[in-house]
């Protein structure tokens, strides 16, 4: 497991935290949760999706949305699969500021964090 970006979005007094870590083993996601649990212990929610490839071979691809409105998961695996990340865990951990963002509101932050972690990082493999 390796951590490849990092961002963070506050919206509304909501802080979210994006990253995105290149993995061998879907086990991997265990350790992740871990850490996120542990580095953003006031978070409610953090959540992820995995997507999984040998020789671009997809071999697994799964999402949680942690009890998240708006289905944040899968849209974190629809952007692995846009920028076709295919041995890649992007994780969102959220903590809630107090003020309701509706299922439109966190769904735009999910997206928009997690796009940003994953251009973020395709921007410096272009530029090294």
């Given amino acids: 497991m390796e951590e490849l970006s990092v961002g963070k979005l506050t919206v509304k007094n909501s802080i ?3 990253h995105l870590y290149c993995i061998e083993k879907k086990e991997e996601i265990d350790i992740i949760i871990e850490l996120h649990k542990k580095l953003y212990n006031k978070a409610n929610h953090h959540c ?3 997507n999984l490839s040998e020789n671009n071979t997809q071999i697994f691809n799964s999402f949680k949305n942690d009890g998240e409105v708006g289905h944040p998961g899968r849209i ?3 952007l692995l699969k846009k920028y076709s990340l295919q041995s890649n865990v992007l994780c969102v951990s959220r903590i809630f500021g ?3 963002l509706g299922v439109g509101g966190v769904s735009r932050s999910f997206k ?3 796009e940003s972690v994953i251009i973020h990082y ?3 493999n272009i530029h090294n």
């Fill in 16 to 18: 979210f935290f994006g």
């Fill in 48 to 50: 992820y999706a995995i």
């Fill in 76 to 78: 974190l695996l629809e």
């Fill in 98 to 100: 107090g003020i309701h």
């Fill in 112 to 114: 928009n964090v997690g």
């Fill in 122 to 124: 395709i921007s410096k």
